[in-house]
C-alpha cells in the first residue's frame, strides 16, 4: 500500500488504464463510446447502455464490461479517425455481426432519449465504414428507435 502512495508521489502511475489491443471487441467497445461522446456529452445512461452492451455481446459480468468500457475509452481517445476503429471490425466479423454492431451503437445513440444530428451523422459514417446498406441501417435505426418510451403530450 505504501509502495502505491509513494509511487504517486514520484510520478508513477500504477493507476492507469492501459491501451488495449485494436482487436474487433475493443474497436466495437471504442465505437460505441464515440457514439456516446459524438454530442459532446457522455452520460450515464450512455455508460450504461454500453456495459449492457458489453455484457450481452461478450457474456461479461458488470465490473469486467466497465472495465473493458475503460479500456476502450482509452482507445477511442488514441484512435482519432473513426474510420480506422470501423476498418478493424470491417475486416474482423460477418456482415451479419455488423448489422449487430449498428443495432449496438444505434442503442447507445438513444440511450439518452435523444437523437441529434451529429450522432446521425457519426452513424451513417461508420454505417458506410462497415458496408451496411442505408436501407438495412434505417430499419436497424427504426427498431432501435421503436425502443424508446412514448413521451407524454
Aim: hydrophobic share 45%.
Amino acid at each position: 500500500m505504501f509502495s502505491g502512495i509513494l509511487a504517486l508521489f514520484q510520478g508513477e502511475d500504477k493507476f492507469t488504464t492501459p491501451l488495449p489491443a485494436a482487436d474487433a471487441r475493443n474497436a466495437l467497445g471504442a465505437l460505441l463510446v464515440r457514439a456516446a461522446k459524438a454530442d459532446k456529452a457522455y452520460l450515464f445512461e450512455e455508460v450504461e447502455q454500453i456495459d449492457a452492451v458489453l455484457i450481452k455481446l461478450y457474456d461479461l459480468n458488470p465490473v469486467e464490461a466497465a472495465k473493458m468500457r475503460a479500456g476502450c475509452e482509452k482507445l477511442e481517445e488514441e484512435m482519432p479517425v473513426t474510420e480506422d476503429l470501423a476498418g478493424i471490425l470491417h475486416d474482423a466479423i460477418s456482415q451479419e455481426d455488423r448489422e449487430a454492431a449498428v443495432a449496438a451503437l444505434w442503442s447507445v445513440v438513444f440511450a439518452d432519449g435523444e437523437e441529434r444530428e451529429e450522432e446521425d451523422a457519426l452513424l451513417h459514417a461508420i454505417e458506410g465504414a462497415l458496408g451496411v446498406s442505408p436501407e438495412v441501417s434505417k430499419r436497424l435505426h427504426d427498431a432501435e428507435m421503436a425502443k424508446l418510451p412514448k413521451k407524454r403530450v
